[in-house]
């Protein structure tokens, strides 16, 4: 009988399919009687037998599900996230839903409930039980139970979405902007807090910084600029001093990495924007510690003044102020960072990497003052010592080329990801939602980013992807995950704004766009690596839908653009008229130093037109380079104008400019599938066959 029922239900659905619910389309299933849950695959779990359960609606791929068949045509459950199916434990009375791999093992029946067009009995597909749920609280697991009549808790609605397979932008901006929102505290008009004081909030600063670094977005810069305030407003210009009240906690008179945290990110506020203000107060404070917490006989930093051993130190002081003297060399203060850098790293490899033998870096170590030994260290390794190691090793290949560095990173970064992540590559280790280890993860996302970039590691990108999607997919309701991101966060676990940064850290530090770009392709102002100065702008009448705002000295920074062995010989860049005198367009490769590769002069455009294609003959180059374009403007004012989008070309300059001047037609048929086209006022866009055109303007063809 129950069978026969079975088979019925089953023409049900069959019968029901085109009116509502379809195969190949992704829903929420909620249920009816609580319409805010959903199911959900626990944790977000790639496990096989992992619970399918009731959880508040989080809008997350692992709530999310694909209907698909079975080879006999039952409907089947496929999660976006896992790509694995809804199946039933058993086919007996109250077992539940578990995630399977086998397609044919998952079907289930779905009856349309004749009350409303989306909502199903969802029932065993051997038995005529209905999937039930009836607490309706997270984590309940629903399951099979006999038929009731007027049972909502039997009644689910498959509600059409759109399924978020890949992580985008607009979730990574859901994760920062959920993060801020929460945790920032406004304290005036110009100042901001996150923690009140100590290291967290150093690294969350540099969160923030990330958060720019990557997206251009003008308001994370301002909210660091908060950030920063309300730390001055507190501690003042020297940092290595003790504030202790209700609005700011500080311990500068005794941890020394506490301070460097803080000089990093401040170091890195300078770079990011070309502020001397922030880079010399940076400098000033670096000077005073390392003059401090330098140990001469071990060539290492010593952590605490106050707090345990004086010759104690570890990674945590080490790779930090090696990070902060290469910034501080970056941003112009001088050869003698780097060598400062270089050197502790050689102590820090030595002492504390054992050589980097296997790429794990050791916690601590105490030294025997009277005998200038080691008479004591802990092997532990943690993601933010592995992190700021990877940093220090990418910074100084980036400025010296020795080849240990990039070898020494790549072993640093295998270490991490087979030791201290799950079999599926997902960070398992510093789960902590309270303490100092709940922000270690934040600070291995930014320098990863550093690795895939800087050293052109494409393969990590997937790992680094994998990363935030799954802090994504754990996010609590109100749109924040913890550090704790193996799990599903809740309000109970996302009271720590440190410990949420992590999340955060892991959105804002993934590469979203190619590593390795195609130099012949058209390439994307505002998809740049690294920038100083920009600020990105969503505008509809552009190449992808944005633009960025240039203004006199800031720059863009293109790592691992390939021409292969093709001689690229001409450049082109989208731009609008300087709002004030005259502006030229700088292109390098490699390196910024005195003499450009090619320069765009900006004197002769017309003004009243909006977007001007200008031209340039560069440096014959072939092979895998790093792009630099450096914008000037004869007089110095913020957002000074506006840039598209860029492309290299085998043509000379010349060549190109010319076709400009042709008689317009509209015959496509005159012109080969890859030539350049041109709109009227002079813009560049694509041939029809190519399939991209710029939105809102009119197109006509170059003979």
């Known amino acids: 009988m129950r069978k026969l029922l079975a088979l019925v239900a089953f023409c049900l ?59 006999t045509g039952l409907p089947v459950l496929q999660n976006v996230y896992s790509g694995y199916y809804a199946t039933p434990r058993t086919q007996k009375l109250n077992s539940t839903l578990r995630i399977n791999r ?20 969802i029932m065993s597909r051997d038995s005529a039980y209905y999937l039930t749920t009836s607490k309706g609280t997270d984590g309940e697991e629903p399951a099979w139970g006999e038929k009731e009549e007027a049972n909502d808790g039997q009644l689910w609605l498959l509600q059409e979405v759109e399924p978020k397979s890949k992580f985008s932008p607009e979730m990574r901006d859901e994760m920062i902007n959920g993060w801020l929102s929460h945790f920032a505290v ?29 997206t251009g977005d003008e308001s994370y810069l301002n909210m660091a600029k908060w950030i920063y305030n309300y730390f001055n407003n507190n501690v003042g210009s020297s940092w290595n001093k003790l504030v202790y009240t209700d609005a700011y906690k500080w311990y500068g008179h005794d941890f020394n990495d506490d301070v460097m945290w803080q000089i990093i ?11 001397k203000a922030y880079t010399n107060a940076a400098k000033k404070n670096f000077d005073i510690i390392y003059d401090r917490a330098y140990i001469p006989f071990t060539g290492l930093m010593r952590w605490a003044e106050n707090s345990g051993d004086r010759y104690g130190t570890n990674s945590c002081i080490a790779g930090p ?21 270089r050197d502790l790293y050689a102590a820090q490899r030595k002492i504390l990497a054992n050589n980097m033998s296997s790429g794990k870096i050791w916690d601590s170590v105490v030294w025997d003052s009277a005998t200038e030994t080691v008479k004591s260290k802990n092997e532990w390794a943690s993601t933010y010592n592995q992190g700021t190691m990877l940093g220090a090793a990418c910074l100084l290949y980036d400025h010296y080329g020795d080849v240990q560095y990039y070898n020494d990173a790549r072993k640093i970064m295998l270490y991490t990801k087979s030791n201290l992540c799950n ?65 599903k966060s809740t309000k109970e676990t996302t009271k720590n704004a440190f410990s949420c940064s992590t999340a955060a850290s892991a959105a804002a530090n993934t590469p979203l766009w190619d590593v390795v770009k195609n130099g012949f392709d058209t390439l994307q102002v505002e998809r740049f690596d690294y920038h100083c100065g920009l600020f990105t702008n969503k505008e509809e009448d552009c190449g992808m839908g944005g633009s960025v705002y240039v203004s006199n000295g800031f720059w863009a920074q ?43 002069d900006m004197s002769d455009i017309d003004a009243s037109k909006t977007w001007h294609t200008l031209f340039c003959d560069i440096t014959p180059t072939t092979g895998m380079h790093r792009v630099y374009l450096r914008f000037t403007c004869s007089r110095t004012r913020a957002k000074v104008y506006r840039a598209d989008q860029f492309r290299f070309f085998t043509q000379e300059a010349s060549a190109l400019r010319t076709r400009i001047d042709k008689q317009p037609t509209t015959d496509s048929t005159q012109l080969p599938d890859d030539a350049p086209l041109y709109d009227l006022s002079g813009r560049r866009t694509l041939h029809p066959s190519q399939g991209i055109y710029i939105l809102g303007r009119k197109k006509v063809l170059m003979k």
């Open 265 to 275: 990110a401040v170091a890195r506020l300078g770079w990011l924007t070309g502020s």
């Open 186 to 214: 406004s304290k005036g008009s110009s100042s901001r807090t996150l923690c009140y004081g100590s290291w967290g909030e150093s690294e969350q600063l540099e969160v923030v910084l990330d958060a720019y670094e990557s």
């Open 13 to 71: 659905f069959v019968l029901s399919l085109s009116a509502s619910v379809e195969v190949g389309k992704t829903y929420r299933v909620v249920s009816k009687k609580y319409p805010t849950k959903s199911l959900f695959v626990k944790n977000s779990s790639y496990d096989i037998g992992s619970e399918v359960m009731l959880w508040e609606e989080t809008d997350v791929p692992s709530q999310q599900w694909t209907i698909l068949e079975t080879s």
């Open 558 to 600: 293109y790592d691992n653009v390939d021409f292969g062995e093709e001689t690229a010989l001409s450049m082109s860049l989208d731009v609008t008229a300087p709002s004030t005198g005259e502006g030229t367009v700088e292109v390098y490769f490699d390196k910024m130093d005195d003499t450009p590769a090619g320069v765009i």
């Open 321 to 341: 102020t090696e990070v902060a003297a290469c910034y501080l060399g970056m941003s112009g203060c001088g050869e003698v960072y780097f060598e400062k850098a």
């Open 102 to 121: 086998v397609l044919n093992n998952s079907g289930v029946i779905l009856e349309p409930s004749g009350e409303d067009e989306n909502a199903y009995h």
């Open 423 to 487: 079999s599926r590559g997902v960070v398992s280790v510093c789960q902590n939602i309270d303490g100092d280890l709940c922000g270690f993860k934040g600070i291995l996302m930014r320098y990863v980013r550093r690795f895939i970039l800087d050293l052109c590691q494409p393969d990590y990108q997937e790992w680094m992807t994998k990363n935030a999607m799954h802090a994504y997919c754990n996010r609590s309701s109100e749109k924040i995950t913890s550090s704790a991101w193996l799990t």
